[in-house]
C-alpha cells in the first residue's frame, strides 16, 4: 500500500473563518529570500517591491467591503498584519474567508511582483513569491490584540533575533510568550 504525505493543517478546527473577527497573519516569501526591503537601524526600509506589498495590503479592504486592514509591517522577506473581517449589515453576501482573502493577496502580489522582474529588473525568484501557506492566528480579545500590534510595531527592532531572518540569529517567538 502505497503511504502518502499529507499536510497537516494549520487551521483552527471547526472555526468559521468567514464570521466577523479578527486575525493575525503572517506571510513568508519563498525561501526567505529577503526582497521587500532591508532594516536599517532598526527600521524597515521598503524596496520597490515592499512598498508594493504595502500597497496590495491596503486594497484588502477596497476588495472586500467586509474586511479591514489593521496594524501591519512589512519586513525584509515577511510580512504581519492584523486583518479583520467585520458585519457591514444588513445585506445578505457571503463574507469573504480568510484563506480566500490571503490567496487573493498573494494572487496580486506574485503577478505584480513578476511584472516587476521582466519590466523594472526585481530580483528573480524560483517558482513563486510566497510560501506554499501562511501562519494565522485567531485574536480573541483586546489584550491578545495589543500584544500583537505591540509585537508587529517593534517587529523591525528585533530583525537580528528574527527567526524568519536568513542571517540573525533566531529565537524570536512571537507575540504569544
Not at 516569501?29 to 527600521?43: K, N, S, W
Not at 524596496?47 to 486592514?69: F, P, T, Y
Not at 480579545?141 to 533575533?161: G, K, M, Q, V
Request: hydrophobic share 35%; glycine share 10%.
Amino acid at each position: 500500500m502505497e503511504e502518502r504525505h499529507h499536510r497537516r493543517s494549520i487551521r483552527l478546527h471547526g472555526y468559521d473563518y468567514g464570521a466577523p473577527g479578527a486575525f493575525f497573519v503572517t506571510v513568508c516569501a519563498q525561501d526567505r529570500l529577503c526582497l521587500f526591503g532591508e532594516i536599517v537601524d532598526g527600521q524597515m526600509v521598503s524596496s520597490a517591491a515592499g512598498a508594493m506589498i504595502e500597497k496590495w495590503l491596503l486594497e484588502l479592504q477596497n476588495k472586500h467591503s467586509d474586511v479591514r486592514c489593521g496594524a501591519y509591517v512589512v519586513m525584509p522577506n515577511h510580512i504581519h498584519v492584523v486583518i479583520r473581517v467585520v458585519d457591514v449589515g444588513a445585506d445578505l453576501r457571503v463574507r469573504p474567508a480568510l484563506p480566500g482573502i490571503v490567496q487573493w493577496f498573494k494572487t496580486m502580489t506574485t503577478n505584480e511582483y513578476l511584472r516587476g522582474v521582466k519590466i523594472l529588473g526585481w530580483p528573480p525568484i524560483r517558482a513563486r513569491l510566497w510560501q506554499r501557506n501562511y501562519y494565522e492566528h485567531v485574536i480573541r480579545n483586546d489584550e491578545e490584540l495589543d500584544r500583537i500590534r505591540l509585537y508587529i510595531a517593534e517587529n523591525p527592532a528585533r530583525w537580528t533575533h528574527d527567526s524568519e531572518n536568513p542571517g540573525g540569529h533566531g529565537g524570536e517567538g512571537g507575540p504569544y510568550g
